[in-house]
């Protein structure tokens, strides 16, 4: 039984990286000593009924004085500014989990140059992009300073990655592919309803933040009933930006074909997508796209857009991609249109069960370990 710490700031915005940490807990708390490193002590009641793990014999570490700190400025900063110092935060994390003794750390929060030896799940890269702004390089540079930024060390860890695209963005960073291990979809209750059972309605699932395009969505199934079709949007997630948010509700309100339906309990849902037929995806370059993945096992016809990891749940589908607002008018309303195509696109979704499913993913994860910790 090894002593392993995991490094997630903070469990609480319930997205993908989460579902990530909370599997990760369950599958090493029965076998090694874990203590997780996180800025928000979680609720782990509401994260197990949320994401249906059951992780409890977990020591948690908030970083001392510091952890208090950063938690309270980030929240500040977020609510005043529409800023949250992620990576600034993390770095400074990186440094006080540094001295502590641990036989080995998984991130679940990207990479870090670690001290000790390290297993870290990538979604995206923390560092080596380069972006456009000054005030960000500047930001990076500092972050990079207080991280102690190494590429040697992070190519000595063991690097997992979240999708192919997100394995091949690290190895051009650093020269090393990570393997890829999908995320951990639950497809507990997804009933395959028959298709003609389902309502001709689309379901997206995400944070109401400009990130997500969900006045994208909106506009995209509207202009779908000017074509004749008679569709509807449910939108399931909590709101993560106020302002964003306001002109979402200002566009949905009065329509009785938009529903706005907010957080809402697990088997809610599920039950919302079974009884649907589409999905719409608004996120550009994103990672993998966990919702995507859950539309898929819900056996919608889930509808992306033509950049990062999300194409290969819907296997690169050009009936399933789209570029912009028009494209993807034109093409939902070929399919829309199309029931042999519809039961078509039906047959090429994946196996979510055996390509993403929960227990494939920590099992894959407690192999990972102890490989790591024999080497």
């Known amino acids: 039984m090894a002593n392993i710490a995991v490094f997630h700031p903070d469990l609480s915005s319930r997205g993908g990286g989460e579902a990530v940490c909370m599997n990760v807990l369950d599958a090493l708390e029965n076998e090694h000593t874990v203590t997780l490193y996180t800025l928000v002590r979680p609720d782990f009641e509401s994260l197990n009924d949320y994401y249906r793990t059951s992780v409890s014999d977990v020591a948690i570490d908030h970083f001392g004085t510091t952890g208090r700190l950063l938690a309270k400025t980030g929240s500040v900063a977020a609510e005043y500014a529409d800023v949250t110092f992620g990576r600034l935060q993390s770095s400074i994390l990186n440094r006080y989990l540094d001295r502590r003794n641990h036989d080995l750390v998984v991130s679940t929060y990207n990479e870090f140059s670690f001290e000790s030896p390290a297993i870290q799940y ?12 000054l005030l960000y390089q500047v930001y990076d540079r500092i972050c990079d300073a207080i991280d102690g930024f190494n590429k040697m060390k992070i190519r000595e ?121 589409y999905g719409l995806h608004g996120k550009e370059q994103e990672h993998f796209g966990m919702a995507v993945a859950e ?15 999300q194409r290969e749940i819907v296997d690169n589908q050009p009936e399933l991609l789209y570029d912009d607002t028009e494209a993807a008018v ?46």
């Open 122 to 133: 990538i979604h995206f890269p923390n560092f080596g992009v380069t972006r456009n702004s």
């Open 157 to 277: 860890s063991a690097l997992l990655a979240n999708s192919e695209w997100t394995a091949e963005v690290v190895e051009g960073i650093y020269g090393v592919r990570p393997d890829v291990v999908y995320p951990p979809i639950d497809t507990e209750g997804f009933d395959r309803l028959p298709w003609n059972d389902r309502e001709s309605g689309f379901i997206s699932i995400g944070r109401v933040e400009p990130s997500k395009h969900v006045l994208r969505n909106i506009e995209i199934v509207l202009r779908l009933r000017q074509r004749g079709h008679d569709v509807h949007l449910h939108h399931v997630g909590p709101v993560s930006h106020d302002r964003y948010a306001q002109k979402v509700r200002a566009v949905a309100d009065g329509r009785d074909h938009i529903h706005l339906e907010g957080m809402v309990p697990r088997q809610e849902l599920v039950d919302l997508i079974c009884s649907h037929q």
């Open 295 to 309: 539309l898929a096992a819900g056996r919608t016809l889930p509808f992306v857009h033509d950049s990062g990891g």
């Open 330 to 375: 034109d093409t939902l309303d070929r399919v829309l249109v199309d029931t042999d195509l519809q039961e078509h696109l039906q047959t090429v979704l994946p196996d979510v069960e055996a390509r993403y499913g929960r227990d494939r993913f920590r099992e894959t994860i407690r192999t990972a370990v102890n490989r790591r910790l024999e080497s």
